[in-house]
């Protein structure tokens, strides 16, 4: 079995300050980690995974998150947070191997503030 | 590439009605996936295709519920009868073998009177 938890539904930053969007999974075996994020009508766009490797993932428009296996954690960061980053952000997780099917978190939305 | 195509974007009809959804995946992905979205239950995976194949069904909620794959351009959702319950917006995504990464589509909304 494989799941994800994301804590929070929603977080509030100031435009400028640090984001931090929460994610804690469940699986059997090796994780492979996901995080997406959804604008308002569409569907969702790839940011970031972990599949091995270097526990600190960098992905797209300088988000990055860090994959802690002894927490089962992979809490998605930012440095400073812009107005444009407010969407639906989306943690996954999915078992390696040959199980394909990805779990996806409910859903964290992140309002940055001007 | 145009990316995932899903049509139609919107789809209002009334329960007991039948509703095709179609996706038309990108070019050399071999899996196709259909997903639904709601308020109360998030993202939901419903039936996995891959090389056309459907691997894994056991999200489809009911017999009422139905996909197909006919070739590696094209794949159908169906809902037959519709009810208010299936009111919700379906995703298609789409990835090739090797790569992790997911392309959805923009989805279809949707409702059920």
Same mark, same amino acid.
């Given at each position: 079995a494989q799941s994800v938890a994301q804590p929070e539904d929603q977080v509030n930053v100031a435009e400028g300050n640090p984001l931090t969007v929460k994610c804690t999974y469940s699986v059997s075996g090796n994780p492979y980690l996901f995080w997406y994020v959804q604008y308002p009508n569409r569907g969702l766009q790839f940011l970031l995974k972990y599949?091995?490797?270097?526990?600190l993932v960098k992905g797209s428009y300088g988000f990055e998150a860090e994959f802690n296996k002894s927490q089962t954690s992979f809490h998605l960061k930012k440095p400073s947070a812009l107005v444009s980053d407010s969407a639906l952000y989306f943690c996954a997780v999915r078992m390696s191997g040959g199980y394909q099917k990805v779990t996806f978190g409910i859903g964290t939305k992140l309002q940055v503030i001007p | 590439d145009a990316g995932v195509i899903q049509s139609p974007r919107h789809e209002v009809t009334e329960m007991g009605q039948e509703v095709t959804l179609r996706c038309k995946p990108i070019s050399g992905h071999d899996y196709l996936f259909w997903y639904r979205q709601t308020m109360m239950r998030g993202l939901e995976l419903l039936i996995y295709f891959n090389n056309n194949v =459907?691997? $894994?069904?056991?999200?489809?909620?009911?017999?009422?519920f139905s996909a197909k794959m006919?070739?590696?351009s094209f794949s159908t959702l169906k809902i037959q009868?519709?009810? =208010?319950? $299936?009111s919700a917006v379906y995703f298609c995504a789409t990835r090739a073998s090797g790569e992790e990464t997911q392309y959805f589509g923009p989805g279809t909304r949707l409702l059920v009177l």
């Open positions: 599949i091995t490797g270097d526990n | =459907p691997i $894994d069904d056991s999200g489809m909620p009911e017999d009422r006919p070739n590696a009868p519709s009810e =208010p319950r $299936d």
